[in-house]
């Protein structure tokens, strides 16, 4: 008897699969390129203050350099992370062009070359899932760099102001 028949999810993973795949990468694209044009936002706003001020070497135009350097290397992250994204957008794409191929062997009666199509099409598909995953978790190393970055920033207001940074329920918002 015949999967699809008798199985009234599989035509739906069928083709909702693939699309909502091609979703999460687009997604997750756009998302990551609006980080990363904030990250370079950040890049050049520190390298002005760096700029305006590399003549005078002290604490700060030392942590104006760092915070120069983690900008850039947040940047790098997220051109990774994209580059992991833009692959998966092209897998999936491909797989399912593929897929298509596979289905007009199926109606010509080519079996064994639908075999192939159906093999390299779960490759390509499995590549994109590989895409998204892995862009992910360089979204979370990169969401943490941000928050060390952010934590040693307030560390050195606070040293400027000579206060000590809040903790426990002091460092939760009013509200």
């Known amino acids: 008897m015949d999967p699809l028949s008798t199985n009234p999810f599989a035509v739906l993973t069928l083709i909702a699969a693939p699309a909502v795949l091609t979703n999460a990468s687009a997604v997750m694209s756009l998302s990551t390129s609006n980080r990363f044009a904030r990250a370079i936002d950040r890049a050049r706003t520190v390298a002005k203050e760096f700029q305006t001020k590399r003549d005078e070497p002290d604490d700060l135009t030392a942590y104006r350099f760092r915070q120069l350097t983690y900008a850039n290397r947040r940047a790098q992250l997220l051109v990774r992370a994209l580059t992991a994204f833009y692959l998966s957008l092209g897998a999936f794409a491909?797989?399912?062009?593929?897929?298509?191929?596979?289905?007009?062997?199926?109606?010509?009666?080519?079996?064994?070359?639908?075999?192939?199509?159906?093999?390299?099409?779960?490759?390509?598909g499995a590549v994109g899932v590989g895409g998204l995953v892995a862009g992910s978790v360089v979204l979370v190393y990169e969401t943490r760099f941000t928050l060390s970055t952010i934590r040693e920033e307030a560390e050195m207001i606070a040293t400027e102001l000579r206060v000590g940074l809040p903790t426990g329920k002091a460092a939760e918002p009013k509200g």
Do not use: P, R
């Open 94 to 124: 491909a797989s399912a062009i593929i897929s298509v191929v596979g289905a007009g062997t199926v109606m010509l009666g080519a079996n064994a070359l639908a075999v192939v199509t159906e093999l390299i099409a779960l490759a390509v």
